[in-house]
């Protein structure tokens, strides 16, 4: 018995109890027997509740991800150095420019055309395949750090550069100036624009239904298919996608507000 | 009684630093060279790739595609644009019903991915056919292009009808007051004092969303219309050439940069009586 299987199976466990949709005090038990969107055999609320889990995880994990190369490209797009700043805007420029699902595509084949050359260079023969969800990840890092730079860079230029110098001044290393002095300060002015950042994230999520994830999107198109009633399954569709939506805007404005408060405090 | 006794006599100015490489020095010629070195070798496989056979059948093929994504955007800004004028409207009226309806619209378009907006309309309306069969709409929504222009048409006027608004909002109080001083209409004050303020505060935020669009018209080819990415798809389906994908990154990002600097040419043209 292997103790990791076991104890993702525990975890797995622990978390079905929690599942709002299809566990034990989930919505749709509530729905009567034998209704499209009961759990179950019978219906597909689990499966479409699976695809919305998947739709959250994808935008949770392309988050962090997102955030921290764009931190760095907004970092090396104010820096003297001219060289920097032109490898920053080049990707900025490119990676703003293409469509979603173009970068959706062409991380999707070129990683496997990659893969595949690298394995045969390696002397294997088999094919490997791309997890799409990895490459959906991918592709949204790229986009959204590129977006997230120009949110970061433009915060950055509103805080003046007193701030720079008193943290010099106070002794402090560049880097602990950053971490000490600027940052607080650069979440609270970037914070909106974050906000809508993560909106648009949510909704590019949809995207990666078309290389095969099976997101909200693909699993209420497959529900469709099958049982012949799109719009009911479509519909379903953009209200997942809404609550989530709502919910983030409930979140960011609490962060929000606690952000200025701690700001005022100060 | 203060004079200086002694000036400091004049000196000259503090050498330049010499150019030393610094780590950050080296990462960014690295990264630059990368990015140089990557565009070169694309370049030089693109010209060892050039197949005049696939130019010659699916050359026409981008271009006709191109010209598809193009109409489909000019024609569903444009009508975009007349609808969000009610709607912008009536998420200003007083009437709390009409602007709860407004709001209703421009959440829902806003707050949804396009292409599940694009996805309801395409394949739900069949749901509906024999309704919309009896009400003759069936021949409007049996063809995806149409459905594209209309979710896209929907979803552009959804976003314009904000930027709309938050132009008008964003003239001062002391305009309105000004011009009913002056004993104007309401007609007049909205078309030569309210409007012309308005529509350079929105001229930045149309041309994003232009853009935006042009990026979002990407997914009709999934529904079967082959725009520039229907045609791409489509030529990478029949040869596997990734360079098909290469020649649609191109094309978008020669489109999207020759939009947003003529936007920046424009918008420096018409803001140069703001300047001081």
Same mark, same amino acid.
């Given at each position: 018995?292997?103790?990791?299987?076991?104890?993702?199976? =525990?975890?797995?466990?622990?978390?079905?109890?929690?599942?709002?949709?299809?566990?034990?005090?989930?919505?749709?038990?509530?729905?009567?027997?034998?209704?499209?969107?009961?759990?179950?055999?019978?219906?597909?609320?689990?499966?479409?509740?699976?695809?919305?889990?998947?739709?959250?995880?994808?935008?949770?994990? %392309?988050?962090?991800?997102?955030?921290?190369?764009?931190?760095?490209?907004?970092?090396?797009? $104010?820096?003297?150095?001219?060289?920097?700043?032109?490898?920053?805007?080049?990707?900025?420029?490119?990676?703003?420019?293409?469509?979603?699902?173009?970068?959706?595509?062409?991380?999707?084949?070129?990683? +496997?055309?990659?893969?595949?050359?690298?394995?045969?260079?390696?002397?294997?023969?088999?094919?490997?395949?791309?997890?799409?969800?990895?490459?959906?990840?991918?592709?949204?890092?790229?986009?959204?750090?590129?977006?997230?730079?120009?949110?970061?860079? @433009?915060?950055?230029?509103?805080?003046?550069?007193?701030?720079?110098?008193?943290?010099?001044?106070?002794?402090?290393?560049?880097?602990? %100036?950053?971490?000490?002095?600027?940052?607080? $300060?650069?979440?609270?002015?970037?914070? /909106?624009?974050?906000? #809508?950042?993560?909106?648009?994230?949510?909704?590019?999520?949809?995207?990666?239904?078309?290389?095969?994830?099976?997101?909200?999107?693909? +699993?209420?198109?497959?529900?469709?298919?099958?049982?012949?009633?799109?719009?009911?399954?479509?519909?379903?569709?953009?209200?997942?996608?809404?609550?989530?939506?709502?919910?983030?805007?409930?979140?960011?404005?609490?962060?929000?507000?606690?952000?200025?408060?701690?700001?005022?405090?100060? | 009684?203060?004079?200086?006794?002694?000036?400091? &006599? &004049?000196?000259?100015?503090?050498?330049?630093?010499?150019?030393?490489?610094? /780590?950050?020095?080296?990462?960014?010629?690295?990264?630059?060279?990368?990015?140089?070195?990557?565009?070169?070798?694309?370049?030089? *496989?693109?010209?060892?790739? *050039?197949?005049?056979?696939?130019? %010659?059948?699916?050359?026409?093929?981008?271009?006709?595609?191109?010209?598809?994504?193009?109409?489909?955007?000019?024609?569903?800004?444009?009508?975009?644009?007349?609808?969000?004028?009610?709607?912008?409207?009536?998420?200003?009226?007083? #009437?709390?019903?009409? @602007?709860?309806?407004?709001?209703?619209?421009?959440?829902?378009?806003?707050?949804?991915?396009?292409?599940?907006?694009?996805?309801?309309?395409?394949?739900?309306?069949?749901?509906?056919?024999?309704?919309?069969?009896?009400?003759?709409?069936?021949?409007?929504?049996?063809?995806? *292009?149409?459905?594209?222009?209309?979710?896209?048409?929907?979803?552009?006027?959804?976003? $314009?009808?904000?930027?709309?608004?938050?132009?008008?909002?964003?003239?001062?109080?002391? =305009?309105?007051?000004?011009?009913?001083?002056?004993?104007?209409?309401?007609?007049?004050?909205?078309? +030569?004092?309210?409007? &012309? +303020?308005?529509?350079?505060?929105?001229?930045?935020?149309?041309?994003?969303?232009?853009?935006?669009?042009?990026?979002? @018209?990407?997914?009709?080819?999934?529904?079967?219309?082959?725009?520039?990415?229907?045609?791409?798809?489509?030529?990478?389906?029949?040869?596997?050439?990734? $360079?098909?994908?290469?020649?649609?990154?191109?094309?978008?990002?020669?489109?999207?940069?020759?939009?947003?600097?003529? *936007?920046?040419?424009?918008?420096?043209?018409?803001?140069?009586?703001?300047?001081?």
């Amino acid at each position: 018995m292997e103790p990791t299987a076991s104890l993702g199976g =525990q975890l797995y466990w622990l978390a079905s109890l929690f599942d709002p949709f299809c566990g034990p005090l989930g919505l749709l038990n509530l729905l009567p027997e034998g209704s499209l969107l009961s759990c179950g055999d019978t219906g597909w609320g689990d499966e479409v509740a699976r695809g919305f889990f998947v739709t959250i995880t994808l935008a949770l994990c %392309t988050l962090p991800i997102g955030l921290t190369i764009g931190l760095f490209l907004s970092l090396a797009k $104010q820096t003297e150095i001219r060289t920097l700043r032109a490898a920053a805007n080049i990707y900025t420029t490119i990676f703003r420019g293409l469509p979603e699902l173009l970068t959706i595509f062409m991380i999707y084949f070129g990683l +496997q055309i990659a893969v595949r050359e690298v394995a045969l260079a390696l002397g294997y023969e088999s094919g490997f395949d791309i997890n799409s969800f990895v490459a959906g990840t991918i592709a949204l890092s790229l986009v959204f750090s590129a977006y997230a730079s120009e949110v970061l860079s @433009s915060a950055f230029k509103a805080i003046p550069k007193g701030q720079y110098e008193a943290g010099y001044a106070l002794g402090l290393r560049p880097g602990k %100036t950053m971490r000490l002095i600027i940052l607080p $300060q650069l979440v609270r002015i970037a914070l /909106p624009g974050l906000g #809508n950042l993560w909106m648009i994230l949510i909704k590019d999520t949809a995207l990666i239904s078309v290389i095969g994830l099976g997101d909200t999107l693909r +699993q209420t198109g497959i529900a469709a298919k099958v049982t012949k009633e799109a719009f009911f399954f479509y519909g379903i569709a953009c209200l997942l996608f809404l609550a989530l939506a709502m919910a983030s805007s409930v979140v960011f404005s609490k962060i929000e507000t606690s952000v200025r408060r701690s700001g005022v405090n100060r | 009684m203060s004079v200086a006794d002694e000036l400091i &006599p &004049p000196q000259p100015a503090p050498p330049v630093p010499a150019f030393t490489w610094t /780590p950050l020095r080296i990462l960014g010629a690295t990264l630059l060279g990368l990015w140089i070195a990557a565009g070169i070798a694309l370049v030089l *496989w693109l010209v060892d790739a *050039w197949d005049i056979d696939k130019v %010659t059948t699916y050359g026409p093929k981008f271009l006709s595609g191109l010209a598809t994504t193009l109409t489909l955007v000019g024609i569903s800004v444009t009508l975009g644009a007349v609808l969000s004028v009610p709607i912008a409207l009536g998420r200003m009226s007083s #009437n709390r019903i009409l @602007s709860w309806i407004a709001y209703g619209y421009v959440y829902f378009f806003r707050g949804t991915p396009l292409i599940a907006q694009l996805f309801l309309i395409y394949y739900g309306f069949g749901s509906f056919r024999t309704e919309l069969e009896a009400l003759g709409l069936w021949v409007f929504f049996r063809d995806a *292009w149409n459905c594209a222009l209309f979710a896209f048409t929907l979803n552009t006027a959804a976003y $314009q009808a904000e930027i709309l608004r938050g132009a008008i909002e964003s003239v001062t109080r002391g =305009q309105h007051e000004g011009a009913a001083a002056l004993g104007l209409t309401r007609f007049q004050t909205f078309h +030569q004092i309210i409007m &012309p +303020q308005a529509m350079i505060v929105a001229l930045r935020p149309y041309g994003n969303e232009i853009i935006l669009m042009i990026k979002g @018209s990407a997914i009709v080819a999934i529904v079967t219309v082959f725009d520039l990415m229907g045609e791409t798809r489509r030529a990478y389906s029949r040869t596997f050439d990734f $360079q098909t994908y290469i020649w649609a990154a191109v094309f978008y990002l020669v489109i999207v940069e020759a939009l947003r600097n003529i *936007w920046e040419k424009l918008e420096q043209r018409l803001t140069r009586h703001l300047k001081r």
